[in-house]
Every structure is written in structure tokens, then in C-alpha cells.
């Protein structure tokens, strides 16, 4: 990791820290608009194990569905440039994408990461084939989707590794379990890692 990405992770982990005590949360607010003020970061653990994954891919074309304020994407654009890859991450909210972005340019890491703002299904299905890894980490009805509309378009050996899958957990997380266990080309596991990730690999034939 370059200053200027240990530079700008460490204003990540700063807001971090602060909303975990509170911050965005003002009274009258709904639990919605606290939503889409905070972070929702996937977390350094999660940073870190998805930088290593996706770094040790040969220039790897890197997808990521939620975006949200761009902390999971230096991450994974930090893989991107190492591995001589490329990124492209995913988020419904225009003005998440804005603060993303100028995070990414302070990272220099504007070259290798394309922002698309939208509904990751439509984007998905305009994207062209040969995708090497995907975080998938939108909201948890539309794992199972994203998961069918990916499947036709990866490599051999791509990774899709999904958050949350323990934390907080619930009835979409657990079928997209089912589906990757399902699925006759992946191979998939569980790992106890921050809020819970299933990391499954794309083998076909
Ligand atoms: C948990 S946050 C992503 C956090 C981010 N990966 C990180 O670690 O910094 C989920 C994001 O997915 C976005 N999202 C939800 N559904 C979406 C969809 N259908 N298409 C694109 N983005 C979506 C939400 O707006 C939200 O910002």
C-alpha cells in the first residue's frame, strides 16, 4: 500500500470510528435516512482479505456490486493496479458514487476504477463477459439475482466472495447459500471473517 492509500484508508477507519459512536444519527431520523448517510463499510478485515484474494489474480477485471461511500472499492482498486487489472463498481445512489470518487482520485486510483451509477441488474447485463472476481454487497434481495446474472459472465477460477452472510444474516443471505451450493460449477465456503463471507469459486467443467 502507497501513503496516499494509507492516506486515504485511514480517513475510512476515522469516519468508521465515529459513526460506530453515533455519528448520523440525529433525532427524528429515520433508521432509512441513517442508512444512506453511514458508511455500511464491508470493514479492514474484510479490506484486507479481499485485497490479497484479489491481488493474487492475473490482471484481473474486477467487479463490485455497492458501491456505497467507496470504502471496499480503494481496496479492491488497490488490487486492481497491482495485479494490472481493471474495476468497476456498482451503486444506486449518485451522490455516494460523487464521495467515492473524489476518494478514489485522492488514492490515485481514479485510472483503474470505473464508476457506474444504477441498478447493478441493468449494469450487469451491459457489462462484457470475462469478469475475475465480484464482491457482491447490495442489499441482500438482490444477492441471489446478481449471483444468476454474473454466473454466465466469469472466467474460469473467478472468485465472488458475498458480505454479510452471518451479520445480520436473514432469509436472502441464506438462499443465496443454497444457490451457491447449488450451482454445479462453483465450489463454495463459509468463512467467519467480520460479518461473515461466502467465498466461492468459479469452476466450470
Ligand atoms: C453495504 S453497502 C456497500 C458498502 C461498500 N461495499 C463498502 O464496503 O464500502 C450497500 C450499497 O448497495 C447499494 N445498492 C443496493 N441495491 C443496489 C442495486 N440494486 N444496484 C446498485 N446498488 C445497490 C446501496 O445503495 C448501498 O450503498
Known amino acids: 500500500m502507497d501513503d496516499k492509500i494509507n492516506a486515504v484508508l485511514d480517513a475510512y477507519h476515522e ?20 442508512r444512506d448517510t453511514v458508511l455500511l463499510p464491508v470493514g479492514p478485515e474484510t479490506g484486507q482479505l479481499i485485497n490479497i484474494i484479489a491481488r493474487s489474480l492475473d490482471a484481473p477485471n474486477i467487479l463490485e456490486l455497492g458501491t456505497s461511500y467507496g470504502y471496499s472499492a480503494i481496496w479492491l482498486g488497490e488490487a486492481a493496479r497491482a495485479a494490472g487489472g481493471r474495476m468497476t463498481t456498482v451503486e444506486l445512489a449518485d451522490y455516494k458514487t460523487e464521495y467515492a470518487k473524489d476518494m478514489a482520485a485522492k488514492a490515485g486510483l481514479s485510472d483503474v476504477i470505473d464508476f457506474r451509477v444504477g441498478d447493478a441488474l441493468e449494469i450487469i447485463a451491459g457489462l462484457p463477459d470475462r469478469i475475475d472476481f465480484v464482491l457482491l454487497d447490495l442489499w441482500k434481495d438482490m444477492y441471489v439475482p446478481c449471483l444468476e446474472a454474473v454466473l454466465p459472465k466469469l472466467n474460469p477460477g473467478a472468485i465472488i466472495v458475498a458480505d454479510n452472510m452471518i451479520t445480520p444474516g436473514g432469509p436472502n443471505v441464506k438462499a443465496y447459500a443454497d ?26 467443467g
Open 179 to 204: 444457490a451457491v451450493r447449488a450451482a454445479p460449477n462453483l465450489r463454495s465456503i463459509l468463512l467467519p471473517v467480520a460479518a461473515g463471507l461466502e467465498i466461492s469459486v468459479y469452476e466450470p
Open 15 to 34: 469516519r468508521i470510528r465515529q459513526e460506530e459512536e453515533g455519528y448520523g444519527v440525529t433525532p427524528g431520523n429515520s433508521a432509512r435516512e441513517w
